[in-house]
């Protein structure tokens, strides 16, 4: 057994008897890096990722082309660190899955706020329901700045159509970290129900999520 592995075994063990709240951000990273750098000391290196970016939530969050510009890291330790937060992301969904009955803003809310863990750009999601609120597909339509509000609820309308949904809930992220709804959200929300109206379709609710926290329109009744 070399110098580092009865260094790693300890470890491991103080992670599986004690849980990972134990150990310092740089541990943590080491830890991580076991996995990715099975012969070397990872310590040095879990020190200058934190120096580089500042905070454990940073080195997770840099874009792979930043990490990489770290002396000593390499592909498989960049793609374990950029797998961290989409695992992340994948567990919580799963997690919020409330039996895919959205008949709550509360749980239309967690739901989807899942969803925008770690996302940089606007996106836009659109949830079709059936009858008993029931998901029948959650899509991402739009990435970054939409064109015109008017393309938005043609593609809008279109997917519902195509699913045969009884009622639709949009959703889109504000990356100002603030949830509150614009004039020009409500506006196309307006819009939006309106054209879905005249095809008999609800449009049940618009959530906006911005870091971790959400707003109902439904709820705060600018939907009326």
Do not use: W
């Amino acid at each position: 057994m070399g110098v580092h592995d009865g260094h790693r075994e300890r470890m491991k063990k103080k992670l599986l008897e004690q849980g990972l709240d134990v150990f310092d951000d740089h541990n943590v990273l080491e830890l991580l890096l076991f996995y990715s750098m099975p012969r070397r000391d990872t310590n040095p290196l879990a020190h200058e990722l934190l120096n580089t970016f500042g905070s454990l939530e940073a080195v997770f969050e840099a874009p792979a082309d930043e990490l990489s510009k770290v002396s000593g890291i390499g592909e498989n330790s960049v793609t374990l660190l950029k797998l961290i937060p989409e695992v992340s992301r994948r567990y919580i969904i799963d997690k919020n899955r409330f039996d895919d009955i959205l008949d709550s803003s509360k749980k239309t809310g967690e739901y989807l706020a899942a969803r925008y863990m770690y996302e940089r750009d606007e996106v836009v999601y659109v949830i079709c329901l059936d009858a008993k609120c029931k998901i029948i597909c959650c899509k991402e339509l739009f990435r970054g700045v939409a064109n015109s509000a008017e393309i938005s609820i043609r593609k809008i309308a279109e997917l519902a159509l195509a699913k045969n949904a009884t009622s639709v809930i949009i959703s889109h992220n504000h990356t100002s970290g603030i949830a509150l709804p614009s004039m020009e959200d409500e506006i196309t929300t307006k819009k939006l129900k309106t054209a879905l109206v005249s095809m008999g379709i609800t449009l049940a609710d618009h959530i906006i999520v911005a870091d971790g926290d959400f707003i109902s329109m439904a709820d705060s009744r600018l939907l009326d």
